[in-house]
């Protein structure tokens, strides 16, 4: 009997039966895999896109009192503040008053470098609950062995954002014109940093930090971020307060000095307590200058993120980074600090 002449359902099972073989042979054709990423990027998105905030102004805040004092021509900062209105009710540690708290006494700790903070806008709305709490960074594939300082490993072996991460900044924020020269301070409940540090001998561990505010500064993000997420910083805690006095004021730092924790003869490093510097962990609200202050007050200055109103009313804005932001791109010239990086583990392991 030829297959022709087999009844419907002996041709059915006939043909499951040789499905079967090739299912377990591996050999049915599926879809198309998604294509690889490119190096330094994360990959498409297989979730559903989550609706964007309705967002609108916090009435409460006086905006126009926050700015009187803007000078005309001085170098200035914009910022924006997203506090979504449905935290769990269990979330304290950063309440609308602290954030207002925290980005006044930026505001006075910048002061002295002739450079001020306009406050564009609060807003608030509700958040889809997903993005309360996201991981920052793809988990660090390649520890910096120690033939290069942590800025030049920075840019060999960027972080990446996680789907999470862009998914949630997708949402909250807006699009508009100069999204990538605007600082957003967003809070959120939990943002855990990945990093990778030495256990013991020649082994590594990955570790994730609870961040109390996190910057995504460019000098880790090396062409990594969306160029209209590149002015996120994120907030998480600011109950203590050490940390509503100075968080906002550190955070902004990181970006516009576009350094890690740092100060005069303290090399950069993941976490770095000490007095002294506004870019350490401890009490200081110092921005240094010269090469003895490792240039943060002329890379301050540079920063992408700052304009001056021309007499027309319009921003003249800084020079745009040339190189993704790295901490040696050429807009800082000759403000960078070359050193050698500290071996990680000891010699002759």
């Known amino acids: 009997m030829t297959m022709q002449e087999r009844s ?14 090739l299912l377990l042979l591996g050999c049915v054709p599926d879809e198309p895999d998604p294509p690889e990423p490119a190096e330094g990027r994360s990959p498409p998105s297989t979730r559903a896109a989550a609706a964007t905030v309705a967002w609108s102004e916090v009435d409460s805040i006086d905006v126009d009192a926050f700015n009187a004092d803007l000078e005309p021509g001085a170098l200035t900062m914009d910022v924006g503040v997203y506090f979504p209105s449905n935290l769990d009710p269990g979330f304290d540690l950063v309440t609308l008053p602290r954030v207002m708290e925290s980005l006044r006494a930026a505001k006075e700790i910048y002061a002295p470098t002739g450079v001020q903070i306009r406050l564009l806008w609060v807003k608030t709305g509700e958040l889809d609950p997903r993005h309360f709490a996201i991981r920052s960074s793809e988990f660090p594939g390649v520890p910096n062995g120690g033939y290069v300082n942590m800025y030049e490993h920075a840019r060999r072996h960027p972080s990446i954002p996680t789907q999470g991460a862009l998914d ?27 990093f990778t540090e030495v256990a013991e001998g020649r082994n590594w561990t990955v570790k994730s930090v609870r961040t109390g505010g996190l910057s995504w500064p460019t ?4 062409g990594t971020m969306p160029e209209r997420f590149r002015g996120v910083i994120t907030l998480s805690n600011l109950k203590r307060p050490d940390r509503y006095r100075r968080t906002i004021a550190h955070e902004i730092g990181h970006k516009v000095m576009n350094v890690s924790h740092e100060y005069r003869e303290t090399h950069p490093g993941h976490e770095v307590y000490a007095d002294g510097g506004l870019m350490l962990y401890g009490d200081g609200e110092e921005i240094p200058s010269g090469e003895a202050g490792r240039w943060h007050l002329e890379r301050l200055r540079l920063s992408p993120f700052l304009y001056r109103l021309g007499a027309d009313g319009a921003r003249e804005w800084n020079a745009d980074y040339r190189e993704e932001g790295h901490y040696y791109d050429p807009i800082y010239g000759e ?4 050193f050698d990086a500290a071996p990680p583990i000891p010699e002759g392991w």
């Open 8 to 21: 419907p359902g002996l041709r059915a099972r006939a043909r499951a039966w040789s499905m079967m073989t």
């Open 168 to 194: 949630a900044f997708e949402a909250i924020i807006e699009p508009t014109p100069e999204a990538h020269r605007t600082l957003f301070l967003v809070v959120l409940q939990d943002v855990f940093y990945p």
């Open 219 to 222: 000098y880790s993000y090396v």
């Open 335 to 338: 403000y960078v600090v070359h």
